[in-house]
Nanobody, 129 residues
Framework: QVTLVESGGGSVQAGGSLRLSCQASGYSGSKNSMAWFRQAPGKEREGVAAIDPDGTPTYADSLEGRFIISRDNAKNTLYLQMNALKPEDTATYYC???????????????????????WGQGTQVTVSS
C-alpha cells in the first residue's frame, strides 16, 4: 500500500521560508512522478509543482520562481522549498504520486488535471502579513 506523509508545515511571516517534506513508502519512489498541490479554504485544489522520475521539474506559473521542488530517490522523499512566502500561499499542502509520467508536458497536464493516484493527508502552511 502506497503511503505519503507530509511534514514541515507551520506558521511563518510574509517573506519567510519553509521546507516541506513528503516521505513515501510502499513502492519504489524512483519510478514515480511526484507533485505538490495546495488547497486554500473555499478554493479548489491547485497544482504547485511536479517532478518526474528523472528529476525534471515543472511549476505553476503563479509562483514567480519562489518555490523549488526536489527529490531524493534513495530516501523516497520529495521536498518543496518555499521562499519569499506571501499570505496568499496560506493553504493545506498535499503531496501526490503517480507511476511513470515523464517530461514537462506530462507534468503540466497532470498538475492541471490532478492526475495523480496517490495522495497524502496534507500539511498546513500559514503565512501572516
Amino acid at each position: 500500500q502506497v503511503t505519503l506523509v507530509e511534514s514541515g508545515g507551520g506558521s511563518v511571516q510574509a517573506g519567510g521560508s519553509l521546507r516541506l517534506s513528503c516521505q513515501a513508502s510502499g513502492y519504489s519512489g524512483s519510478k514515480n512522478s511526484m507533485a505538490w498541490f495546495r488547497q486554500a479554504p473555499g478554493k479548489e485544489r491547485e497544482g504547485v509543482a511536479a517532478i518526474d522520475p528523472d528529476g525534471t521539474p515543472t511549476y505553476a506559473d503563479s509562483l514567480e520562481g519562489r518555490f523549488i521542488i526536489s527529490r531524493d530517490n534513495a530516501k523516497n522523499t520529495l521536498y518543496l522549498q518555499m521562499n519569499a512566502l506571501k499570505p496568499e500561499d496560506t493553504a493545506t499542502y498535499y503531496c501526490a504520486a503517480e507511476a511513470g509520467g515523464y517530461g514537462v508536458s506530462w507534468l503540466s497536464y497532470a498538475l492541471r488535471t490532478r492526475n495523480f493516484s496517490y495522495w497524502g493527508q496534507g500539511t498546513q502552511v500559514t503565512v501572516s502579513s
